[in-house]
């Protein structure tokens, strides 16, 4: 029996190497961690502030009074089950006990309602992200590119800092709770400029709006692909890499962003923005194959150190894609969300403005594409998406809260 009134909490399943310890002194030391974390349980089986469990060890089978291993209850915790399959879903129990995989054995647990939730934290005051609640909102994230050469607003923004404050001010009352900063239009053909340069049109921004207490919740994201960049905005306040590469342009942006602890925007991208429009070819299937490549990223994403919980996904709308495969994109970005490997995380999806849009609703103006983008947003939002990236951000995050209402329920 469970003590189900309690406060929600978070839970985690961690691998360490504990090869060194028999059962009885990891026991030890886990009770001596609880100690110093200022453990206080009062309820059996009920609410504490921290509670630390050995779920497996090496291959062992352990029983004595005080320690079990594997641990007897882990099989009929869906709490326990769901991040354990995030290590090591085929894995299954030491020969001679329950067979199945850990995957399996997840699959016949009757889910919880409401549904238990991955969580993705980015700023210290505004909520993470849980992309398995249903009732979540959607977040909006406004862009400011601090380009003259973008390809919807390149030039739009002043570069003397102050002057960005009735914009920014603006976006977060309409509706933004991130507002991503570039200094480096990724564009098809763009011209690179240099890290120093691409620093020097981002930081005094970063700066600004951290010196400034009205902007405490407001979180920022750095859109960029140079790791040199990521460490230069994050140190200076920034919470959140954008990497629309997913770390393939830049062979230190991953192990950098792991260094640094913060969550990353891990985009399906194929070449760099010069050769991306020939890259559309998806023999296997748009979706299998977009799901492969991401898994792949993520798989260096995680082998670079950075945390399962501080990766979000983004299929890359425009990015490498033709027309028609951005539309199926949006209208299957459900299927993707759960494929294998891949549930769970946190999606952004970012078509706002973009060229497809005014293919199809034939406005050759970038900055007019409002209502082909709103279109794309309720889509995106259907399809399950966490945040939308956009230029305009009053009318998106009204189209996002309609849709909120209408889906997220």
């Known amino acids: 029996m469970y003590v189900e009134d309690q406060d929600t909490f978070l839970n985690a399943v961690c691998q360490v190497n504990a090869d060194s310890y028999a059962p009885q002194q990891l026991l030890q030391a886990v009770k001596t961690i609880e100690n110093r974390l200022g453990r206080h349980k009062t309820i059996d089986k009920g609410p504490r502030n921290v509670d630390l469990d050995i779920l497996l060890h090496r291959n ?5 009074k005080n320690l079990s291993i594997p641990h007897k209850l882990m099989l009929e915790r869906e709490f326990v089950l769901r991040p354990l399959c995030d290590l090591i879903p085929d894995e299954t129990l030491p020969t001679g006990m329950k067979s199945g995989s850990f995957r399996e054995h997840l699959a016949i647990l009757p889910q919880s309602l409401p549904p238990l939730s991955s969580s993705t934290p980015f700023h210290p005051t505004v909520p993470p992200w849980t992309p398995l609640s249903s009732k979540r909102s959607t977040h909006v994230m406004a862009i400011l590119n601090l380009t003259p050469d973008s390809f919807s607003d390149g030039g739009v923004h002043p570069s003397e800092p102050s002057s960005l404050l009735p914009t920014i001010r603006s976006m977060m009352a309409s509706g933004a709770t991130i507002l991503d900063l570039g200094g480096q239009s990724t564009r098809p053909h763009a011209p690179e400029v240099s890290p ?5 049109r981002i930081l005094p921004t970063i700066q600004l709006i951290r010196s400034m207490s009205e902007f405490t919740n407001l979180a920022l994201s750095v ?4 790791a040199s960049v990521a460490a230069a905005a994050i140190t200076a306040g920034a919470n959140i890499i954008n990497d ?6 830049d062979a230190e942006m991953l192990p950098t962003a792991a260094k640094l602890g913060c969550t990353i925007i891990l985009m399906h991208m194929r070449g760099t923005p010069a050769t991306m429009t020939r890259l559309t070819s998806y023999p296997d299937g748009l979706l299998p194959t977009v799901a492969s490549e991401l898994q792949a990223r993520v798989q260096a994403a995680e082998k670079a150190g950075i945390f399962h919980w501080r990766i979000m996904l983004d299929p890359g709308i425009g990015f490498a894609k033709n027309e028609a495969q951005n539309l199926e994109l949006l209208q299957r970005l459900g299927d993707l969300r ?3 490997g891949l549930r769970g995380f946190p999606w952004l999806v970012g078509a706002s403005r973009k060229g497809f849009i005014g293919k199809i609703t034939g406005v050759k103006e970038a900055s007019q594409r409002v209502w082909g983008t709103a279109a794309a947003v309720a889509a995106a939002v259907q399809g ?7 230029h305009d951000v009053r009318e998106m995050a009204q189209v996002a809260k309609m849709a909120d209402a209408i889906w997220r329920i």
Do not use: K, N, P, Q
């Not at 120093?196 to 020097?200: A, F, T, V």
């Open 60 to 64: 062992a089978i352990f029983d004595e």
């Open 196 to 200: 120093d340069e691409e620093i020097s």
């Open 223 to 226: 859109d960029t692909y140079r």
């Open 244 to 249: 629309v590469s997913a770390g393939t342009l």
């Open 338 to 340: 759960g494929w294998e």
């Open 384 to 390: 399950g998406a966490d945040m939308v990236r956009v």
